[in-house]
Each structure stands twice: as structure tokens, then as C-alpha cells.
């Protein structure tokens, strides 16, 4: 049962704790197997070693009782019937060993006809001391023959063979099953191994597919929705806990879209009432400008006159053109495409599009820090637009033969690019998202360059500010980090 797929954090750690003890349990199978296996053989080995140790004594003591009682029958010895009796004890302690020994009923089958031909043994050994015949002369010379001995062994020896054979068959077949585990090892012990391995492999399969996947699919999926997507959609996979916690992001990432969504419209809705009085207030003037300059047409007293007012409403309508496109400029959405470059490459570029205003107006610009050679994560076209608004309208408050500094100034890990004139100073303070900074003095200007600058440098999560000393002239600085990072 524990082998399905597990519904939760807590099943799937029994599953693979489980697989674990398995693990254990075969890698102790692989060593403990083959030292149970010799231990046996061993303890097998030894018994089958003790029994025919012993069945030696057996037939060893026999043979010295038989002739110690033959010697002290002819020699009359009073000890002779102690010395039989010690023989007839060690004998019978030889046969107890035996039975204590015997494990199978052949052994023990064995045991019995070589006890019982000992005892039909001893009891004609009995008779040597206990029949008054056996002491006449004849007698004696029969005793004396070797061969009686001899006979009297015989009938032993038969079932000491019987039981020697057995033993040596079964030591034999002992052997062999110790060859053919022998042999079957190369086999065999590979087999807890690759049961090991096997285990291991299942155990981390069900690991990853149930617990890490999926939880790394929602950690990667949380990061995606923390960067502003809010529209991923995590897969509602794995473990109970993990899918648990997937729907429960899924929902919050919904939630916040709709959040977001509620909370655009209402900054839309504001940005459009922030917005309709400036418009209305940059059209309405020029309109009205055009309608007085047509009214007074048709008072002109000449043709210069007339060219004057019609150049008027000209200049005007242009005006009003190129705010609306600056506004479209601004309102429009920027999208950065970001790639290394050299901060100095950027202000050159600027300039370059405002040499004839400098030459108008024979300003000098010095540049510092130029040799720094510091590269940017930036938007190059985007930064360009920026720092041409501010460029040109430094130009512009700047006075005739005036002197613009640029600096590229490295601080910490950022780098601060300095724009300085030596106009009167700004009259008010600019500020971000404001679309009404001031009043523009230039004749051909919009008043949107820096809104659009502090847009542009926002955009790329760099700051913009201006320090401004009446009389003195405005310093704008764009602080941007130092770092770089890959497109």
C-alpha cells in the first residue's frame, strides 16, 4: 500500500523512511548472509570434526582395554579389574558425547550399533574375569594368540567403519554445499546490492517527483509573481502540502491582480484629472493666442503686418504640435532594452545632437572623470533622451559664452553624472511625476523635458535631482549604480 503515489508530506517521509529500513535491511542481508552462511558451516564443520575425534578415541580405548584385560587375566594382577572398570568409563562417557553430538536419526542409528557391539564385546571381556575355566592352561595359550585379540576387535571394527563412513560422507557433502556456495557468490552477493541500489533509485525518485519538483516549480513560480507577474500560475502538483501551498499563492497572486488592476484604474482616474487641466491649460493659451492674432488680421494695415500675424499663428500651432508629441512621448509606456555601456559614450552622444545650439551660443563644456571608462546597465536611446532634455535645458538657461561642466563622479558603488550651468537658477523645485514643473522660457519649449528625463532615469530605478543656487546657476545629478548585470 505504501507503494502509491502519497497524498501529503507525511506519507511521503513514511514511504521513504520505509524505503530506508529496507536499505538497511539488505545492506545487512549482503553482510550478514555470508557470515551467517560460514558460521554455520563452521559450527557444522567442527561437530562432524568432534564426532569422528571421538569415535576415534572410542576404538582407540577398546582396543588398549581388550588387551589391558587379556594381560591382567594371564598375569592375575589384583588392579586388573579396576584398570578394566576406568576403561569402561571413559568408553561410556566417548558414547554420551556421541548422542550429545548426533543431529540426524541416522547418527544417532549409528551410535546405537556401535554401542551395542561394544557391550556384546564387553560382556566376553566379562567372562575373561569371571569364568574359572578361562584360567586353565589351554585357555591361557588361546589368549595368548594374537588372533583372539583380534577376532574379539572384529566385530567392533565393522560398525566403527559403518560410523566412520557416515561421518566422512557427511563432512563430504558439507564440502560440497561450501563449493557451491562457493560458487554461486559471484552471483549472489551482487543481489542485495543492486536491491540497495535499487531502493535508493525509488526512494529519490519519489522524492523528487512528490516534493522537490514541485516545490521547486513554486519557489521559481513565487519569485516570477514577486517580480510583478501576477498572472503566473503555479502548478497545483505534488504532495498535499505542497499543492496546498501552490493554491494558496495562486489565489493571493489573483487577488493582488485584481488589487492592481482596481488600483490602476483608480491611478488612471487620477493621473486623467491630474491631467485634464494642463492640458487644457497648454491648449486653451495658444488658442486663444491664435484667435486674437486672426482676429487682428483683417485689421492689418500691410502686407508685413499680415505676414507677421499669419507667422504668429504658425509658430504657435507648431508649439502646440510639438507638446502634444512630447505629452505622447511621456504618457507613452518605456520599455527598456538594457545592455552594458560606457557612461561617457552616452553624455558624448547628447552632445553631439546640441552642437549647433552650443556654437549659437559659444558655451564651453568641460568634462571630468571621462578617463574612468565606467559601464552602465542602461537603455543607451532612452538615457540619451534624458540627458539631452537636461542638457538642453541647461543650454538654454545658460547666458552667451557661459560654461556647461559634466562629471562623472564614481561614489560607492554608484556613479553620479553632474550636468552644472551658469544660468539664474531654477525659480522652483522640480519633482517627479509632475507634469507641471514650471514655466518653460525657451520659445520653441514644451516644459516636458523634465518630466520625461525623471520618468526615463525612474524607469531604469535611477535617481534624479537638481541643487539650484539663485544667481549661481543648477547642478542636475543622476545617480545610477555601478554594477553590472547581464541582459
Same mark, same amino acid.
Request: overall charge negative.
Given at each position: 500500500?505504501?507503494?502509491?503515489?502519497?497524498? *501529503?508530506?507525511?506519507?511521503?517521509?513514511?514511504?521513504?523512511?520505509?524505503? !530506508?529500513?529496507?536499505?538497511?535491511?539488505?545492506?545487512?542481508?549482503? &553482510?550478514?548472509?555470508?557470515?551467517? !552462511?560460514? @558460521?554455520?558451516?563452521?559450527?557444522?564443520?567442527?561437530?562432524?570434526?568432534?564426532?569422528?575425534?571421538?569415535?576415534?578415541?572410542?576404538? &582407540?580405548?577398546?582396543?588398549?582395554?581388550?588387551?589391558?584385560?587379556?594381560?591382567?587375566?594371564?598375569?592375575?594382577?589384583?588392579? /586388573?579389574?579396576?584398570?578394566?572398570?576406568?576403561?569402561?568409563?571413559?568408553?561410556?562417557?566417548?558414547?554420551? =558425547?556421541?548422542?550429545?553430538?548426533?543431529?540426524?536419526?541416522?547418527?544417532?542409528?549409528?551410535?546405537?550399533?556401535?554401542?551395542?557391539?561394544?557391550?556384546?564385546? @564387553?560382556?566376553?571381556?566379562?567372562?575373561?574375569?569371571?569364568?574359572?575355566?578361562?584360567?586353565?592352561?589351554?585357555? =591361557?595359550?588361546?589368549?595368548?594368540?594374537?588372533?583372539?585379540? @583380534? *577376532?574379539?576387535?572384529?566385530?567392533?571394527?565393522?560398525?566403527?567403519?559403518?560410523?566412520?563412513?557416515?561421518?566422512?560422507?557427511?563432512?563430504?557433502?558439507?564440502?560440497?554445499?561450501?563449493?557451491?556456495?562457493?560458487?554461486?557468490?559471484?552471483?549472489?552477493?551482487?543481489?542485495?546490492?543492486?536491491?540497495?541500489?535499487?531502493?535508493?533509485?525509488?526512494? =529519490?525518485?519519489?522524492?523528487?517527483?512528490?516534493?522537490?519538483?514541485?516545490?521547486?516549480?513554486?519557489?521559481? &513560480?513565487?519569485?516570477?509573481?514577486?517580480?510583478?507577474?501576477?498572472?503566473?500560475?503555479?502548478?497545483?502538483?505534488?504532495?498535499?502540502?505542497?499543492?496546498?501551498?501552490?493554491?494558496?499563492?495562486?489565489?493571493?497572486? +489573483?487577488?493582488?491582480?485584481?488589487?492592481?488592476?482596481?488600483?490602476?484604474?483608480?491611478?488612471?482616474?487620477?493621473?486623467?484629472?491630474?491631467?485634464?487641466?494642463?492640458?487644457?491649460?497648454?491648449?486653451?493659451?495658444?488658442? /486663444?493666442?491664435?484667435?486674437?492674432?486672426?482676429?487682428?488680421?483683417?485689421?492689418?494695415?500691410?502686407?508685413?503686418?499680415? +505676414?507677421?500675424?499669419?507667422?504668429?499663428?504658425?509658430?504657435?500651432?507648431? =508649439?502646440?504640435?510639438?507638446?502634444?508629441?512630447?505629452?505622447?512621448?511621456?504618457?507613452?509606456?518605456?520599455?527598456?532594452?538594457?545592455?552594458?555601456?560606457?557612461?561617457?559614450?552616452?553624455?558624448?552622444?547628447?552632445?553631439?545632437?546640441?552642437?549647433?545650439?552650443?556654437?549659437?551660443?559659444?558655451?564651453?563644456?568641460?568634462?571630468?572623470?571621462?578617463?574612468? +571608462?565606467?559601464?552602465?546597465?542602461?537603455?543607451?536611446?532612452?538615457?540619451?533622451? /534624458?540627458? !539631452?532634455?537636461?542638457?538642453?535645458?541647461?543650454?538654454? /538657461?545658460?547666458?552667451?559664452?557661459?560654461?556647461?561642466?559634466?562629471?562623472?563622479?564614481?561614489?560607492?558603488?554608484?556613479?553620479?553624472?553632474?550636468?552644472?550651468?551658469?544660468?539664474?537658477?531654477?525659480? !522652483?523645485?522640480?519633482?517627479?511625476?509632475?507634469?507641471?514643473? &514650471?514655466?518653460?522660457?525657451?520659445?520653441?519649449?514644451?516644459?516636458?523635458?523634465?518630466?520625461?528625463?525623471?520618468?526615463?532615469?525612474?524607469?531604469?530605478?535611477?535617481?534624479?535631482?537638481?541643487?539650484?543656487?539663485?544667481?549661481?546657476?543648477?547642478?542636475?545629478?543622476?545617480?545610477?549604480?555601478?554594477?553590472?548585470?547581464?541582459?
Amino acid at each position: 500500500m505504501w507503494f502509491k503515489k502519497p497524498h *501529503s508530506l507525511r506519507n511521503l517521509l513514511i514511504t521513504h523512511e520505509i524505503t !530506508f529500513l529496507l536499505l538497511v535491511t539488505a545492506t545487512g542481508l549482503l &553482510g550478514g548472509l555470508p557470515a551467517y !552462511f560460514w @558460521q554455520r558451516h563452521s559450527v557444522e564443520s567442527v561437530r562432524l570434526n568432534s564426532l569422528i575425534y571421538v569415535n576415534e578415541q572410542i576404538r &582407540g580405548d577398546l582396543f588398549r582395554q581388550i588387551q589391558e584385560a587379556i594381560r591382567a587375566r594371564l598375569l592375575e594382577e589384583p588392579q /586388573a579389574l579396576e584398570s578394566y572398570g576406568e576403561y569402561s568409563r571413559r568408553i561410556d562417557e566417548h558414547f554420551t =558425547r556421541l548422542r550429545k553430538n548426533a543431529r540426524t536419526d541416522e547418527e544417532n542409528l549409528a551410535i546405537e550399533e556401535l554401542q551395542a557391539s561394544y557391550r556384546a564385546i @564387553q560382556k566376553d571381556m566379562n567372562k575373561i574375569f569371571t569364568d574359572p575355566y578361562m584360567a586353565s592352561r589351554q585357555v =591361557r595359550m588361546k589368549i595368548l594368540d594374537p588372533g583372539f585379540a @583380534q *577376532s574379539m576387535f572384529g566385530r567392533f571394527e565393522d560398525e566403527y567403519q559403518a560410523m566412520n563412513s557416515l561421518l566422512t560422507r557427511e563432512y563430504d557433502e558439507l564440502a560440497q554445499v561450501l563449493e557451491r556456495w562457493t560458487s554461486y557468490a559471484p552471483v549472489l552477493l551482487p543481489i542485495p546490492l543492486l536491491l540497495a541500489f535499487l531502493l535508493v533509485l525509488y526512494a =529519490r525518485y519519489i522524492l523528487n517527483r512528490d516534493f522537490v519538483k514541485p516545490m521547486s516549480k513554486v519557489i521559481s &513560480g513565487a519569485r516570477t509573481i514577486s517580480r510583478g507577474k501576477l498572472e503566473q500560475q503555479l502548478p497545483e502538483t505534488g504532495v498535499e502540502e505542497v499543492s496546498q501551498l501552490a493554491r494558496t499563492i495562486n489565489t493571493m497572486a +489573483r487577488d493582488l491582480e485584481e488589487s492592481h488592476q482596481a488600483l490602476v484604474e483608480s491611478e488612471k482616474q487620477a493621473a486623467l484629472g491630474a491631467l485634464v487641466p494642463v492640458v487644457a491649460h497648454n491648449i486653451r493659451n495658444p488658442l /486663444a493666442s491664435i484667435r486674437a492674432t486672426a482676429q487682428v488680421i483683417d485689421d492689418a494695415e500691410d502686407e508685413e503686418d499680415l +505676414r507677421e500675424s499669419k507667422q504668429a499663428i504658425l509658430d504657435t500651432i507648431d =508649439r502646440l504640435g510639438r507638446w502634444v508629441n512630447a505629452l505622447v512621448s511621456y504618457l507613452h509606456p518605456l520599455k527598456p532594452n538594457y545592455r552594458l555601456v560606457y557612461a561617457h559614450e552616452m553624455v558624448d552622444a547628447a552632445l553631439s545632437l546640441l552642437m549647433a545650439k552650443l556654437t549659437e551660443k559659444n558655451i564651453e563644456i568641460k568634462k571630468h572623470g571621462w578617463e574612468e +571608462r565606467l559601464r552602465l546597465n542602461a537603455d543607451p536611446d532612452l538615457m540619451e533622451q /534624458a540627458l !539631452f532634455a537636461l542638457l538642453a535645458n541647461a543650454i538654454d /538657461a545658460s547666458p552667451r559664452d557661459a560654461i556647461i561642466t559634466i562629471s562623472l563622479v564614481p561614489r560607492d558603488q554608484n556613479l553620479e553624472i553632474h550636468i552644472q550651468d551658469q544660468g539664474p537658477g531654477l525659480p !522652483f523645485e522640480p519633482k517627479s511625476n509632475n507634469l507641471v514643473p &514650471g514655466p518653460s522660457t525657451k520659445r520653441f519649449g514644451t516644459g516636458l523635458g523634465m518630466p520625461i528625463a525623471f520618468k526615463i532615469c525612474e524607469r531604469h530605478g535611477w535617481n534624479l535631482n537638481f541643487k539650484s543656487v539663485s544667481g549661481k546657476g543648477t547642478t542636475a545629478i543622476i545617480t545610477a549604480p555601478i554594477r553590472i548585470i547581464e541582459e
